[in-house]
């Protein structure tokens, strides 16, 4: 009986853990529902237009899956990255120099049957091998990850206004764009009424597949090795830098295609800053989904709401748009106290003496040191 009970505790308590994701987004919408009241507007009605700006026609769902399918790309990237130990922050030049080598693609003259899987190949092998360079340098040379990939975003922005000011520019030369990518190289629309575009489907499939290799596969055993003991994975045989760079290759090779999907399926065509703070909000996006897949999706699906229907919301009630940015966060710092808390139980008993603030302090001190790359 007791072991029956004892069974019980741990399939609920995994239940409990696996859907952290949603008690974390609750609470902050919770908190949330508190911080517009203080603003003198309904929580209601803001969010009743931050759901009808977000889903109210087909055009605004369109939109917020839009904008869902760049977070599921760069986010599963991330988290990828992160489950081998490599806290890879470069999406942002990721996705740039992914979106250069598809629009390269898309504005050759290529025959339609192959125009597209090249684009999405040179997109994918843009964006990985822009994020190898960071993981040989770590692998190599022991330069931080952190350091170069923030710099080697810079970089790719640069870069990209070079080209779409210069050799890329469309001609007559009005604005810092490339011409417009053949339609053999487009994505497909999949939502009449929208811009909603078939690359939803790859990134959902592509979720799909980074979960499988994390989990079935001897690379994914790998990866997950080296992410939680690289001394122990190279004792027992694993090639820890050439695990380092493979995840980051592959990490950026995802959001890479985050660029790819925008400009192929939404704009077709580059422009100079076409796609600003989506590598930056991936990060917030795998940490809130636990860097796994399917915990990705839906992180990357409450962003895209809040992003799309955050205007509607302003409009409806005037609750600033900045209380979106404020709810992620907070969402993002509710699953990592759960986990800290999962991992160190004994942090929730007080001591001796200590007040409610000293007790939150404490916890708090403890995220930031857990999470410190």
């Known amino acids: 009986m007791n072991r029956l009970r004892a069974l019980t505790r741990i399939k609920l308590g ?25 603003t003198g507007a309904s929580p209601i009605e803001a969010y009743r237009y931050l759901l009808r700006g977000a889903f109210g026609n087909a055009n605004s769902l369109g939109d917020t899956l839009i904008k869902t399918t760049t977070l599921v790309f760069a986010g599963v990237g991330m988290a990828f990255a992160f489950r081998c130990g490599v806290f890879n922050i470069g999406g942002e030049g990721q ?19 192959i125009h597209l899987p090249l684009a999405l190949l040179a997109g994918f092998v843009g964006g990985g091998l822009w994020a190898a360079i960071a993981g040989w340098l770590k692998a190599r040379r022991g330069l931080n990850e952190i350091i170069v990939t923030i710099f080697m975003n810079y970089i790719a922005v640069i870069l990209v206004s070079y080209f779409v000011t210069g050799p890329l ?26 811009r909603l575009h078939a690359g939803l489907l790859l990134a959902l499939v592509s979720a799909v597949v980074i979960w499988v290799v994390l989990r079935r596969t001897s690379l994914g055993f790998q990866v997950r090795a080296v992410g939680a003991n690289p001394t122990a994975a ?5 090639n820890v830098e050439g695990n380092i760079v493979l995840a980051m290759f592959i990490s950026g090779g995802l959001a890479g295609w985050a660029g790819t999907a925008e400009v192929l399926g939404v704009q077709h065509r580059l422009r100079d800053f076409f796609l600003v703070g989506f590598g930056y909000d991936a990060i917030a996006v795998a940490l809130l989904g636990q860097s796994d897949p399917f915990g990705v999706i839906l992180a990357a699906l409450f962003f895209g709401t809040l992003r799309t229907g955050s205007g509607a919301m302003q409009r409806g009630v005037g609750v600033p748009t900045a209380l979106v940015f404020l709810i992620q966060g907070l969402a993002v710092i509710f699953v990592l106290i759960g986990t800290v808390l999962r991992a160190r139980p004994q942090l929730l008993k007080s001591k001796k003496g200590e007040s409610v603030r000293d007790l939150v302090g404490r ?8 999470r410190a790359p």
Request: hydrophobic share 55%; net charge positive.
């Open 14 to 38: 995994g239940v409990v853990l696996g859907l952290a994701p949603v008690w974390a987004i609750l609470a902050a919408l919770l908190l949330g529902t508190a911080l517009i009241a203080v």
């Open 95 to 113: 996705i740039y120099i992914g979106a250069l080598f598809a629009t390269v693609i898309g504005l050759l003259r290529l025959p339609p049957v």
């Open 169 to 194: 520019k469309e001609p007559p030369g009005y604005y810092p764009q490339t011409a417009e990518v053949a339609v053999a190289s487009q994505l497909p629309v999949i939502l009449p009424g929208s």
């Open 234 to 238: 190279r004792h027992a045989g694993i």
């Open 363 to 370: 916890i708090g001190r403890t995220v930031l040191k857990r």
